[in-house]
């Protein structure tokens, strides 16, 4: 059964201070490794997808890595717009659903 | 832009009745579509993957009688929630995707479900 760990459960940063939330995961040969953005009451954002290890992908102040156990989504001097949840999710290479992390509450303060 | 969009975005009705959730692809044509809940403070379960033009597929534990699922067009799928009771209460989000997976699955806003 696919896994997805996100670690840690939440984070407060002060704006400007960068900082790096991860997505272990455990899946029978991966076909995509998910980034997405959620704010409160609202559908997930896209960010990013992941394919295989050494990839690394970039939107504005947000990075994502990719190794063959873990993925890491950096944020670079965050701004209060960037607080929101993170979820990472993996899609097997025999199935086309996601299967999620609990996500990383980010909280930037001003 | 959205992609993907749910209609409606908020929902009460009440116990006993049946309510339809919609999810349409906006800007490409989606074979596969998945709908998942979330509750307050927790991730996104998958409750079904939808295909155009057949049966759904629905997860271990979703009762496949209580929320039906029909996905007739390649940009339109429902998600009717049959005979609520209090506990069907819920953020109900569907995600679409091109041929099958491809490599950007994009959600929907959402639809918040409160049953009376």
């Known amino acids: 059964e696919d896994q997805v760990t996100q670690s840690p459960e939440a984070l407060r940063l002060q704006e400007g201070e960068s900082s790096s939330l991860n997505c272990s995961y455990t899946?029978?040969?991966?076909?995509?490794l998910f980034w997405y953005r959620q704010d409160p009451g609202k559908g997930p954002e896209f960010l990013f997808t992941?394919?295989?290890a050494g990839e690394e992908k970039e939107k504005e102040r947000l990075k994502a890595t990719l190794t063959k156990k873990e993925s890491f989504l950096h944020i670079t001097a965050p701004k209060p717009e960037d607080s929101a949840t993170y979820l990472c999710?993996?899609?097997?290479?025999?199935?086309?659903?996601?299967?999620f992390g609990a996500g990383t509450t980010v909280t930037v303060r001003a | 832009g959205a992609v993907v969009s749910q209609h409606p975005s908020r929902v009460i009705c009440k116990s006993g009745t049946s309510v339809k959730i919609e999810c349409r692809s906006l800007d490409f044509q989606a074979t596969t579509m998945f709908w998942y809940r979330q509750f307050p403070k927790q991730s996104l379960m998958l409750m079904a993957t939808?295909?155009?033009?057949?049966?759904?597929?629905?997860e271990q534990g979703v009762e496949k009688d209580k929320f039906l699922i029909n996905h007739a067009s390649l940009t339109l799928s429902t998600l009717t929630v049959t005979s609520a009771h209090p506990e069907d209460s819920s953020f109900y989000i569907c995600s679409a995707s091109l041929q099958g997976g491809g490599n950007t699955i994009y959600f929907g806003e959402g639809s918040w479900l409160t049953v009376v």
């Open positions: 992941l394919y295989s």
């Open positions: 939808s295909n155009e033009g057949s049966k759904a597929t629905y």
């Open positions: 999710a993996v899609q097997a290479s025999n199935d086309y659903k996601l299967s």
């Open positions: 899946v029978s040969g991966l076909r995509g």
